[in-house]
């Protein structure tokens, strides 16, 4: 359920205004989520409000095409947008307590800018689900393929997840969450071996990997898209 067009809180010049970009909101009550961008400067802030008050935790670079995740200890994961701010790079980043973390990248480039990462999910030990850019390859003309795989990030180590397969992203969509007991579900995109893709949803648990379902990509039942995972390890997909 998304929390779309409530009225959270003070933005800008102590107005009341109404954030159309909410992200998150956890077990104690507190919201995560993008503020209204600035019209002049077209900065995007990440805003953080719990019954005590109020909090602007990033105000300039903040992509507000991709999730947030907060946790009940008020952990944050989510993208700077290091483009807009001439870095050349998104960065997956964390957010606590008087903290505001890199998680690194797998070390693909993007032509135009550069290392990117993203996360898509952290649970209550703010360990960070996400998926990283691998590689870039460009053959004659063609538009640039980019290869993406998934990543976990804990206490500043990002490791690549082992056993899931790496996917262009074209036509791929990457989504993923992760429990409290580290159990992990994630989209993987592998070829049919005749020319199409098929997209299977994988519930992975340390080293062992299950394969929930399996389907051609753009079917109606299922195409890459939300998945979930609470903490008895039941899956929606």
């Known amino acids: ?3 779309v067009g409530l009225e959270l809180g003070p933005i800008l010049g102590g107005e009341i205004v109404i954030s159309f970009r909410a992200g998150d909101v956890n077990a104690l009550g507190q919201t995560a989520y993008f503020g209204p961008q600035n019209p ?3 900065v995007t802030p990440l805003l953080f409000q719990d019954p005590t008050g109020f909090e602007v935790l990033v105000d300039n670079g903040v992509d507000n095409t991709s999730p947030i995740s907060l946790n009940d200890i008020g952990a944050i994961a989510f993208t700077l947008n290091g483009i807009s701010e001439g870095r050349g790079e998104d960065l997956a980043t964390l957010a606590t307590v008087g903290a505001i973390t890199d998680l690194g990248n797998l070390g693909g480039n993007d032509s135009r800018s550069g290392p990117l990462s993203y996360p898509l999910d952290l649970n209550n030990s703010n360990v960070v689900l996400g ?3 691998v590689s870039m390859s460009i053959v004659d003309n063609t538009p640039p393929v980019y290869v993406y795989a998934y990543f976990t990030w804990y206490q500043g180590v990002l490791t690549p997840l082992p056993g899931v ?3 262009p992203f074209i036509n791929s969509t990457f989504s993923g969450s992760i429990n409290d007991a580290g159990q992990i579900v994630c989209n993987e995109f ?5 020319g199409s893709q098929l997209v299977r949803v994988l519930l992975v648990d340390g080293t062992a990997i ?6 051609p990509v753009g079917v109606e039942t299922y195409n890459g898209g939300f998945v979930a995972i ?7 997909y």
């Open 165 to 167: 397969g790496q996917a």
């Open 1 to 3: 359920f998304a929390l």
């Open 230 to 236: 609470n903490a008895t390890g039941q899956v929606a």
């Open 40 to 42: 002049i400067t077209s």
């Open 190 to 194: 592998v070829s049919d071996g005749a």
């Open 131 to 133: 998926y990283s850019c």
């Open 210 to 215: 299950t394969v929930i379902d399996t389907s």
